[in-house]
């Protein structure tokens, strides 16, 4: 009987042991406390070229690898040669740990994609950046393709002034004739 009750102990013991280790081995994540933060720019895909770019700024160093839909990953936070489309970056460090982030790259058309480099160039930090002067943010290209006719009457036809404080205007006659080609074909993001 003694002999009996200590066979029971000891198989339920070892059961315990052989549950615990399990449970260790699966409620352990490596990657539990690991939580990343990805910042990236991009710049958007113009015409037909699929030259679109997308640069990963956060995380980076030497333990940090990246991969486009689920590509090979590569040590270069860089991608190139973009088509318009929807992408998914992951980054994994040297644990295997992995995080995501979705990006999309836009099919800008080759004369909105000069336009837009003027208003990135020459705009900021009055209109840019969450800045708001005279009522005017171009952080979205809806804000830029809604405010086009005011923005030309004021950078190209000065009316009733070219913008005083800035320091690119009046814009270049070439610059100016870039707005007036954009809208002229349309105004839209696609021109
Ligand atoms: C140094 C700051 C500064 C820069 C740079 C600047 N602006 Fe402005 N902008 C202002 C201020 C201030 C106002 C409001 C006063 C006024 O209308 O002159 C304004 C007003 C405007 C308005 C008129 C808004 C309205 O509803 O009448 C337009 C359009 C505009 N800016 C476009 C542009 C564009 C396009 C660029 C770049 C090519 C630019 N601005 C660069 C400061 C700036």
Redesign the pocket.
């Known amino acids: 009987m003694k002999m009996k009750l200590l066979t029971n102990c000891l198989i339920t013991g070892l059961v315990i042991v052989v549950l615990s280790c399990n449970k260790k081995g699966t409620t352990i994540d490596p990657c539990a406390s690991i939580n990343y933060t990805i910042t990236y720019s991009k710049t958007e895909s113009v015409g037909t070229s699929n030259n679109g770019t997308i640069t990963i700024q956060a995380p980076r160093g030497d333990t940090i690898n990246y991969s486009l839909n689920s590509g090979s990953f590569q040590s270069s936070w860089y991608f190139t040669n973009l088509a318009p489309g929807n992408y998914v970056v992951t980054i994994k460090n040297q644990k295997g740990c992995t995080d995501t982030a979705q990006i999309i790259i836009l099919n800008y058309g080759p004369k909105y994609a000069l336009v837009k480099q003027?208003?990135l160039g020459?705009?900021?930090p009055?209109?840019l950046n969450g800045g708001n002067?005279?009522?005017?943010n171009y952080d979205t290209d809806a804000n830029i393709v809604a405010?086009k006719n005011?923005?030309k009457t004021?950078?190209v036809d000065g009316i009733p002034?070219f913008?005083?404080?800035?320091?690119n205007?009046p814009?270049s006659s070439v610059d100016k004739q870039k707005i007036v080609d954009w809208i002229n074909a349309g105004g839209t993001t696609s021109n």
């Open positions: 003027i208003i020459y705009c900021g009055c209109h002067d005279g009522g005017r405010a005011v923005i004021r950078t002034s913008m005083p404080q800035a320091p205007s814009l």
